[in-house]
């Protein structure tokens, strides 16, 4: 079965840290394009961290820069998303992607949600004390 799986989510204080998972199965993920991406409740899907598809650099969201760190395991097929010293803010649903065509996700362009055609059902992130 073709499918991404997100775990990694729950609750936790300010300051602390997270790390989530992307775990890949029926395809080889390192062959593509990865994108992490979080919604808030009434807010648009924005896109945090990725791979683009043009040599694997990786790209970062300004709200998140320094603080998020995306990296990815291939022998596990597996993409993680380290989150530290969260922030209230920090709360959403978090999600991974990737583009299966392989058309597009390119440099910085990896952070556009309308780059991705396959998507994971997400991991919740709460961030309270």
């Known amino acids: 079965q073709v499918q991404l799986v997100e775990s990694g989510g729950g609750l936790v204080q300010p300051g602390g840290s997270l790390r989530l998972s992307c775990a890949a199965s029926?395809?080889?993920?390192?062959?593509?394009?990865i994108g992490w991406f979080r919604q808030a409740p009434g807010a648009e899907r924005e896109g945090v961290a990725c791979?683009?598809?043009?040599?694997?650099?990786?790209y970062y969201a300004a709200s998140v820069k320094g603080r998020f760190t995306i990296s990815r395991d291939n022998a596990k097929n597996t993409a993680y998303l380290q989150i530290d010293n969260l922030k209230p803010e920090d709360t959403a649903t978090y999600f991974c992607a990737t583009d299966r065509s392989r058309t597009g996700a390119y440099y910085a362009t990896c952070l556009q949600r309308n780059q991705y055609n396959f998507w994971g059902q997400g991991t919740q992130v709460t961030v309270s004390s």
């Open positions: 791979f683009s598809l043009a040599g694997g650099s990786t």
């Open positions: 029926g395809f080889r993920l390192e062959h593509y394009a």
